[in-house]
């Protein structure tokens, strides 16, 4: 899965915007108020460091004063403060840390929650998975969401720290020496303009990674989630020089990006180093001419490591910041999209193929596009499905039976006409290769009404229904969880699905090639029962022993040619 657009600017002020209206939701939601209080106490315990941080200095240049002139009680109580200090921070520093991570997964649980109705909702998730622009949606939502979290936040109190570091210590600094100060800012700004420059190329390269990344992870999901396939096709060469090209691309993007980082950590390690000893050189001649002594000294070299920190985060944190930067722009990628699918969603019930709820299921007039309008399937098509009868959609293969269907439930509605039909809750679709839950042998039963007071005898005897008498006792029961898409032949999978069918009792039920793994017994056996349901049904289907399960035959013929025959004349046609 590949990403058109696979570059990103850090300096674009609209992807920032983008991301603060997506930050900023959790701050004015319904939890507002224990987000804020969290905030606050978080706020409070950061001030709290940064004055022990601030006394610690003072500390230091009192003990470092003792140990010059000797003084052995002024060493001994110094080191007594020291330990209050240490008594005090201990407890506050961890206390900090806890609540950072409490708040960022309260953020977390909110984000996720919100951007998993919005990706259900109105089922993007489908429009999603066909969308080439957004890739891996799962790494989003599970791994950019909790990233955006997290470094949001410590970002946020990286800032405030800084800033209180800096008003705090500065002061401390330009008491001392104001030309130590004007050094300090000088020093500063050439740091992060350099920085800039060398790092700038790190952006991309970010972004590339946790794209590459989310690929090879995908490419081994698609191995697991196709197992049986592969080994009866003994694909397992191509598969893995298939993940492994994918594993190569993220490798040789990591080693590029390694080598930038390192490029910019021969800047950012000497930019560390020489602070170590220019304050100590800039304040030598005051203290050899002795108007400075040696605890001010080292009160100056540890003012201007904080205060020098504070003005040095771009130096220090670019590497991050375009880690963060990168995530954050694949996150508001999916949220626009997300956006967008509610834009099209509502413009699409004003324009293409109409959609009517009624007690009827009917095409009329209907022309039917693939989404991207580059390919006509069907026109001007018109039929009526009688209650309680059948219907059968026949045709050769692409001539746009599935398509027809995906139309019908509401998927696809590129063209003109319109389609009426039941609420979508009273149709039940039955696809050729059934949708196997991550469940129980009851839930995979009562999927989707989880909640169907259904009894196990009532469980069996649908089971023993669609000729699977012993499936429960063969796992254990109905409440065995089993990877049951692996564990069932696409035949017992399919007999599996019709029980569905029989168990939620629809009003009207879609089936596109639902017994294609089925002999023509079981197939009989399985379309009898829906007949006698009185379940109003539409077929997709090349079988001929499917006619006589239906009165009418919708008969797609190609270049967007149809008819539509009764049982009988279709019968008649093929003969």
């Not at 396939?229 to 003994?234: D, L, V």
């Not at 180093?273 to 050189?281: F, H």
């Not at 995906?406 to 059934?434: S, Y």
Request: proline letters at 3%.
């Amino acid at each position: 899965m590949q990403e058109p657009h696979a570059t990103m600017n850090i300096y674009d002020l609209k992807l920032w915007k983008k991301i603060w209206d997506i930050s900023k939701m959790y701050w004015f939601s319904d939890e507002k108020w224990k987000a804020r209080w969290l905030l606050f106490l978080l706020l409070l315990l950061l001030a709290s460091v940064t004055g022990i941080n601030i006394l610690f200095n003072y500390l230091g240049r009192d003990l470092m004063d003792a140990l010059a002139n000797k003084n052995l009680t002024q060493f001994y109580r110094c080191i007594l403060l020291y330990a209050t200090g240490f008594a005090v921070a201990i407890p506050i520093t961890a206390l900090y840390g806890y609540i950072q991570q409490k708040l960022s997964i309260n953020w977390r649980r909110w984000l996720t929650t919100r951007f998993m109705e919005r990706y259900f909702k109105n089922r993007a998730y489908y429009h999603i998975s066909n969308d080439p622009g957004i890739d891996n949606p799962d790494q989003r939502i599970a791994d950019d969401i909790k990233n955006l979290t997290q470094n949001n936040l410590s970002v946020l109190l990286l800032v405030l720290s800084s800033l209180m570091d800096f008003f705090s210590f500065v002061g401390i600094l330009w008491s001392i020496s104001g030309k130590l100060v004007l050094v300090l800012l000088f020093y500063a700004t050439i740091g992060t303009i350099i920085s800039v420059l060398l790092g700038k190329r790190l952006l991309n390269l970010n972004f590339q990674q946790t794209r590459r990344d989310a690929d090879f992870r995908y490419g081994l999901m698609h191995v697991r989630d196709h197992a049986e396939s592969i080994a009866f096709y003994q694909g397992e060469e191509r598969e893995n020089l298939q993940v492994l090209d994918r594993l190569k691309a993220a490798i040789s993007n990591n080693l590029l990006l390694a080598s930038w980082e390192r490029n910019l950590a021969f800047f950012t390690s000497g930019y560390n180093y020489i602070p170590q000893v220019l304050p100590l050189l800039v304040l030598a001649p005051q203290f050899f001419a002795g108007q400075l002594h040696l605890g001010v000294m080292t009160q100056a070299a540890g003012a201007f490591a904080m205060v020098l920190t504070a003005l040095s985060l771009i130096v220090t944190k670019f590497a991050m910041f375009s880690s963060i930067a990168a995530g954050a722009a694949r996150l508001e990628s999916f949220d626009t999209k997300l956006d967008q699918l509610v834009e099209v969603q509502q413009s699409s019930e004003t324009t293409g193929i109409l959609s009517k709820e009624d007690s009827v299921l009917a095409l009329d007039r209907v022309s039917l596009q693939t989404p991207d309008q580059q390919h006509t399937l069907i026109k001007e098509t018109s039929a009526q499905v009688p209650s309680g009868k059948g219907l059968l959609i026949a045709g050769h293969s692409g001539v746009g039976k599935s398509s027809l269907l995906r139309a019908v439930a509401g998927l696809w509605n590129t063209g003109e006409g319109q389609i009426t039909r039941p609420p979508l809750h009273e149709i039940f679709f039955l696809p050729q290769r059934p949708y196997m839950i991550l469940g129980s042998l009851r839930e995979q039963l009562l999927y989707p009404n989880l909640d169907s007071a259904t009894s196990d005898d009532g469980l069996r005897a649908v089971l023993d229904t669609v000729n699977l008498p012993n499936l429960a006792d063969r796992f254990g029961g109905f409440d065995a969880v089993m990877g049951w898409g692996t564990l069932l032949s696409l035949g017992e999978q399919q007999r599996l699905a019709f029980a569905r069918l029989l168990l939620a009792k629809p009003r009207y039920a879609v089936l596109d090639e639902a017994t294609s793994a089925l002999d023509v017994t079981n197939e009989a056996l399985l379309y009898g029962y829906l007949q006698q349901s009185g379940t109003t049904f539409v077929s997709v289907g090349h079988r001929p022993s499917l006619i006589s399960y239906h009165n009418q035959v919708l008969e797609l013929t190609g270049n967007g040619g149809w008819r539509l025959l009764t049982a009988e004349e279709y019968q008649a046609v093929m003969a």
